[in-house]
């Protein structure tokens, strides 16, 4: 069993539940195969702070004579974290508790049956996969699977490819998105109040949206200090992302250190990706985050991707561009390439790709 240890990617199951239920454990001896060991600088260990913590905002500021104010600490969590906490969001508990405990019964579904639910590259997304953000062969791997389907436009949605088990998932699911989907349409119109912009400007931009899900199951590991369950990166095709969880382990990058993003009951966290930070012209951080694991817990997160209609023009709003503001980037056409082609941290970051040199 030791040689497991020594494995490479290709020698291994592309399940990483499937690896871990074959050997036991990750590999001989409680070891981690080698494709999936990090180098000291990117360990989930290296540069964590236990101090800092992600702000956390209250729907409930947003009314009355505290607006003003609620407004102020929106716009500090967009510009100086890029993630907040969101409470007393108007999304019932008992269907975040629902779609957390129904996307952990699928992963825990036998191999056999999950297989059913594989991804086909050849035609869409849609399915049963190994989370991964790979550049090239060479990459090292992740500590986790996925399942991720389309949702909106309604034309998208493949039930097909949805699990037939357990049986309530997918109307748990439907609900959960619709939720979601309403509440991303609450915060849009306060990041234009907070920013300044026009009413449903975000929405007339970004055309007709799509909404895609994608959960990721993590395995604990016996050597969680050396490996990711998701490499570092920024969400560069969301315009943002809503994520539950119900284990800790998300991590943000805040001043050179990762921040623990808390599995706090009855929360919803909220990132602002890629498409926002272009809209806002740069005030609002679309930042690097990555997943830690442990040795002693699953973990599982269910996040939302809200994204343009492909052929958008994004740019920086004009109204937030003057003489002292000049546009940060360039307009471009949205293309609706997957969340999962994302980009490593020790490479060039997708926003640089679109940043006008002049401001670079």
């Not at 129904?102 to 035609?123: A, G, H, M, N, T």
């Not at 939720?179 to 907070?194: D, G, R, T, V, Y």
């Not at 000049?326 to 640089?352: H, N």
Request: hydrophobic share 40%; aromatic share 8%; with cysteine.
């Amino acid at each position: 069993m030791a040689a497991v240890a020594n494995a490479s990617a290709s020698d291994l199951p592309w399940s990483v539940l499937k690896m871990v239920e074959m050997n036991g454990s990750a590999g001989g001896g409680g070891r981690v195969p080698n494709c999936f060991i990090r180098p000291v600088e990117e360990a989930a260990s290296h540069s964590t702070s236990l101090d800092l913590r992600v702000p956390v905002v209250d729907m409930n500021t947003f009314k009355g004579s505290t607006k003003t104010q609620a407004l102020q600490q929106l716009a500090s969590a967009c510009e100086s974290w890029g993630f907040f906490q969101l409470s007393n969001h108007g999304v019932p508990n008992h269907l975040i508790q629902q779609t957390l405990q129904l996307s952990r019964q699928f992963f825990e579904l036998p191999f056999e049956e999950k297989q059913k639910y594989v991804i086909d590259p050849d035609c869409n997304t849609d399915g049963y996969g190994r989370v991964n953000i790979k550049s090239s062969e060479n990459d090292l791997l992740d500590w986790g699977d996925s399942f991720v389907a389309e949702y909106s436009p309604a034309s998208s949605r493949n039930f097909d490819k949805w699990p037939m088990e357990p049986a309530a998932f997918r109307k748990v699911v439907s609900a959960y998105c619709d939720e979601i989907e309403k509440l991303s349409h609450e915060l849009f119109s306060l990041f234009e109040e907070a920013l300044g912009l026009p009413p449903a400007y975000i929405r007339e931009v970004c055309g007709e949206h799509g909404l895609q899900f994608g959960i990721n199951y993590y395995p604990s590991c016996p050597q969680p200090d050396l490996v990711l369950g998701l490499s570092a990166h920024s969400d560069n095709v969301p315009i943002i992302t809503i994520l539950i969880q119900d284990e800790a382990g998300l991590q943000v990058r805040k001043d050179g250190k990762w921040v623990q993003v808390d599995a706090i009951p009855n929360h919803i966290v909220v990132n602002i990706a890629d498409q926002l930070e272009v809209i806002s012209n740069g005030r609002f951080k679309s930042v690097v985050h990555r997943v830690a694991v442990n040795s002693l817990k699953s973990r599982l997160s269910f996040s939302i991707f809200y994204k343009p209609e492909i052929g958008a023009q994004i740019a920086p709003a004009p109204q937030l561009l003057d003489e002292l503001h000049p546009a940060l980037y360039e307009e471009r056409t949205f293309s609706g390439v997957s969340p999962y082609a994302q980009t490593r941290l020790q490479e060039q970051e997708s926003l640089e790709k679109i940043r006008l040199s002049s401001r670079k």
